[in-house]
């Protein structure tokens, strides 16, 4: 089984998914960036912000290494991976806000219905799910007006190592236009990533400026702020 075939096992992918109104306050959107722009969201996992924002006249585009199962699968592990969260969280209940979610019962009532929203929107729009690797694209330079990436970079970065980080940049920038949003800036233990000045240099160098911004949402403690990345 060739590298690429083996991270596409279903098992090794987490699927689980936010809704639109979380995308919006974790990447600080408008309506106007949301109805106007044309936007890649990737990864997207099993999220309804293509779901929604296209329902409201939107154009965005969602690509995962997730895509490469069917709809069907990916509903039958996304229960399972939602159980999975949910024990997880009950375990360590303190490393997270519950204001926007009131409970573990809310939060999993809210991760079941944008699971079905996905899955119910792939289905009738396979060509707003697009399949990829990471840190590759299957997109022309400058696709995209807009790329948000939520819950990966940063994220994963106790396995994910720095050169990973760059190259994925590197690639969601060849395909954007004007700007890229990065949310949060802390690994799953609330820690800020470490090569963070460098990763900023690196961008520079490459021409494009970069600011860290505060935003309206904070479930996971600290996991409260997003790089944009963005043509000076
Ligand atoms: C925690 S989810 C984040 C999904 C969404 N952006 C969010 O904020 O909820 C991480 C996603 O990364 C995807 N993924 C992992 N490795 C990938 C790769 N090399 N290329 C593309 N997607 C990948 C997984 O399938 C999963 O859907």
């Known amino acids: 089984m060739s590298e690429v075939r083996q991270g596409l096992e279903l098992p090794k992918v987490i699927v689980i998914g936010r ?3 979380e995308y919006v306050r974790m990447l600080d959107l408008t309506m106007e960036d949301v109805t106007r722009l044309k936007i890649l969201d990737v990864p997207a996992g099993a999220c309804s912000f293509a779901a929604e924002a296209n329902a409201m006249g939107g154009s965005v585009t969602a690509a995962d ?13 996304g229960k399972d991976d939602i159980g999975l969260a949910i024990t997880g969280i009950s375990k360590v209940m303190e490393h997270y806000k519950w204001d926007y979610f009131r409970d573990l019962e809310a939060l999993e009532r809210h991760r079941l219905q944008v699971l079905e929203k996905f899955a119910d929107h792939r289905k009738a729009s396979l060509e707003s799910y697009v399949p990829c690797v990471l840190p590759e694209l299957p997109f022309a330079d400058g696709e995209f007006d807009m790329t948000v990436s939520a819950h990966f970079l940063f994220t994963y970065a106790d396995r994910l190592d720095h050169d990973f980080h760059l190259n994925t940049i590197r690639e969601l920038l060849r395909v954007t236009k004007k700007e890229v949003r990065i949310f949060p800036l802390v690994d799953q233990t609330g820690h800020k990533y470490g090569k963070m000045e460098s990763l900023k240099e690196f961008i520079q160098g490459l021409g494009w400026s970069t600011e860290e911004r505060d935003v309206p949402y904070e479930f996971q403690r600290n996991a409260n702020s997003m790089l944009r990345i963005f043509q000076p």
């Open 65 to 77: 290494i997730a895509y490469y199962h069917s709809s069907d699968d990916l509903l039958k592990k």
């Open 19 to 21: 809704t639109f109104d």
